[in-house]
Nanobody, 122 residues
């Protein structure tokens, strides 16, 4: 069982930066693929970043590639999402998730945090 708690969301102007954190409980954190997703009102949950259990491999959709960076610190059981050059269309609730499959598909992740709101003003 893994429990995930996100933090770091807030209000930022377009062009600004935020760093989200996801603290995980459980001694098996390093065994999981970790992902970040977002969901805006009226839209489906969207994949924004993934990192392998080792931290060596990462993946991003084109919409955030070059602006967002995912990383993990296994000693702290924490995953981060550094978001730069933020745009109003990045506004959403951001969720972290843990799973055993290297995938961008939300339903393939087993554990989810409660989400943190990110609002980017124009």
């Amino acid at each position: 069982q893994v429990q995930l708690v996100e933090s770091g969301g807030g209000l930022v102007q377009a062009g600004g930066s935020l760093r989200l954190s996801c603290a995980a409980s459980g001694r098996t954190f390093s065994s999981y693929v970790m992902g970040w997703f977002r969901q805006a009102p009226g839209k489906e949950r969207e994949f924004v970043a993934g990192i392998s259990w080792s931290g060596i491999s990462t993946m991003y959709p084109d919409s955030v590639k070059g602006r967002f960076t995912i990383s993990r610190d296994s000693a702290k059981n924490t995953v981060y999402l550094q978001m730069n050059s933020l745009k109003p269309e990045d506004t959403a609730v951001y969720y972290c998730a843990a799973g055993m499959v290297w995938t961008r598909v939300p339903r393939d992740y087993n554990y989810w945090g409660q989400g943190t709101q990110v609002t980017v003003s124009s």
